[in-house]
């Protein structure tokens, strides 16, 4: 079964510094998918980025950026000039891209972002 | 405005009840999810459906059950055979059931008197 380890329970980072979360996934499958889900106070998930695993450039998004290193199976996330918005809890998530066991995500536990004015 | 809802935001229920969280979408996705986090955790998998009169358990099936009689709509029954119901529960959908991204509602939760 995949797993997913974030190993970093709390993460604060000075308002427009840049700050990167950590997640490292075990699994024996070579196809797919890597999320980064962001989950505001308001406790709905939100999609930050994803990854296809069979892609070797980094996914990008504004000022979200991953690290993806297939070979040592780790998914981290960048955040640019951080902004007070950007703090939340922030979830790592696996799926993959073969019919059994592609219904559902596994998620790590989460790292907790704190943006410092 | 297309997404996800569900409804109550806020649920209690009583020792030994049934109780029923709404989950509907106006995506035209095929595929729906429900995913349970309680504190501190990441979610888990329920239940899921790939098609309308179609779905699967999940990881933590026991104790809920689901229908899903509308493409739109995908309610969770959480029944009194739930041992520990109090958490955060969560609806997703994707547009087909082998597509990789889900997108999420914004929640109930479910508190036990």
């Known amino acids: 079964a995949q797993t997913v380890t974030q190993s970093q329970p709390e993460m604060s980072v000075q308002e427009a510094e840049t700050v990167t979360l950590s997640c490292t996934y075990d699994?024996?499958?070579?196809?797919?998918?890597l999320f980064w889900y962001k989950q505001p106070p308001s406790r709905q998930m939100i999609l930050v980025i994803r990854q296809e695993a069979y892609k070797q450039q980094n996914a990008t998004e504004n000022r979200f950026s991953v690290n993806f290193q297939k070979a040592a199976k780790s998914f981290s996330l960048k955040i640019s000039d951080s902004q007070l918005g950007d703090a939340a809890m922030y979830f790592c998530a696996y799926r993959s891209a073969f019919h059994q066991g592609a219904q559902k995500l596994v998620f790590g536990q989460g790292t907790r972002l704190t943006i410092n004015p | 405005d297309g997404g996800i809802t569900q409804s109550p935001k806020y649920l209690f229920r009583k020792e030994g009840q049934n109780v029923t969280l709404s989950c509907e979408q106006n995506l035209n996705h095929d595929a729906m999810y429900w995913y349970r986090q309680d504190p501190g955790q990441g979610l888990r998998l329920i239940y899921y459906s790939q098609i309308v009169n179609d779905f699967q358990k999940g990881d933590i099936a026991e104790g809920y059950s689901v229908s899903r009689e509308k493409k739109e709509s995908f309610p969770l029954t959480v029944t009194s055979a739930q041992k520990n119901p109090t958490a955060f529960y969560l609806c997703?959908?994707?547009?087909?059931?082998?597509?990789?991204?889900?997108?999420f509602g914004p929640g109930t939760r479910l508190t036990v008197l």
């Open positions: 699994t024996s499958e070579s196809d797919y998918y």
């Open positions: 997703a959908s994707s547009l087909g059931p082998y597509t990789d991204t889900q997108y």
